[in-house]
Structures are given as structure tokens and as C-alpha cells.
């Protein structure tokens, strides 16, 4: 079973950088792609990153692209999100999810319970 916790978020000023975690506590997280949603007050959750399950293949929403970068390490059981030169924009509980497939934005199985991210102008 696949059970996902988020840590990393926090307050940081514009164009500062954070680096989310998100550690899985079962025994078959090398066999999941790995993704990152987000979501703002008052917006739906959308898609952020997804990373495949040998970490050869990774997928961004363009909103992110060239800053953010999603990485994993099977050994540890966990996945990463860099996230670099943030903005205001970017504030929002960020959520890592699974799902027993390829690279997608959507259609993921687990769900952490999130980590909040807040960047100050």
C-alpha cells in the first residue's frame, strides 16, 4: 500500500527556492509514477510535475517549467520537488500523488495529505 507524506513547505520571500519532499512508507514506491498537484485558495488542484517510476522521463506544467525540477530516489522511497525563483503565484498546498503508470497529469491513485507553500512579494 502507498502512503505519502509531504514536507519541505513553508514561507519564503519571491524568487527564493524550496525543496518539497515526499516520502512513501510502503514497499512499492519504485513501481509508481510520481506526480505534484497544487492548489490555491478559491482554484481547483492542477497538475504541477510527474516523474516516471526509473525517474528517465519527467512532464511539467508549463506554468513551472525552466524552474521547478522533480526528481526522485527509489532507495529512499522518496520524490522531490525544487522548486526555484519562486513567485507569489506559486503559494498553494502542494500534494505529491501515485498512480501505476505512465507519465500523466491526471488519473493518479494516492494522495498525500500536503505540505503548504507560501511566497511573500
Known amino acids: 500500500q502507498v502512503q505519502l507524506v509531504e514536507s519541505g513547505g513553508g514561507l519564503v520571500q519571491a524568487g527564493g527556492s524550496l525543496r518539497l519532499s515526499c516520502a512513501d512508507s510502503?514497499?512499492?514506491?519504485?513501481?509508481?509514477?510520481m506526480g505534484w498537484f497544487r492548489q490555491a485558495p478559491g482554484k481547483e488542484r492542477e497538475f504541477v510535475a510527474a516523474?516516471?517510476?526509473?525517474?528517465?522521463?519527467?512532464y511539467y506544467a508549463d506554468s513551472v517549467k525552466g524552474r521547478f525540477t522533480i526528481s526522485r530516489d527509489n532507495a529512499k522511497n522518496t520524490v522531490y520537488l525544487q522548486m526555484n525563483s519562486l513567485k507569489p503565484e506559486d503559494t498553494a498546498v502542494y500534494y505529491c500523488?501515485?498512480?501505476?503508470?505512465?507519465?500523466?497529469?491526471?488519473?493518479?491513485?494516492?494522495w498525500g495529505q500536503g505540505t503548504q507553500v507560501t511566497v511573500s512579494s
Open positions: 516523474i516516471s517510476w526509473s525517474g528517465g522521463t519527467t
Open positions: 510502503g514497499r512499492t514506491f519504485s513501481m509508481y509514477t
Open positions: 500523488a501515485a498512480r501505476a503508470g505512465g507519465v500523466a497529469h491526471d488519473a493518479y491513485d494516492y
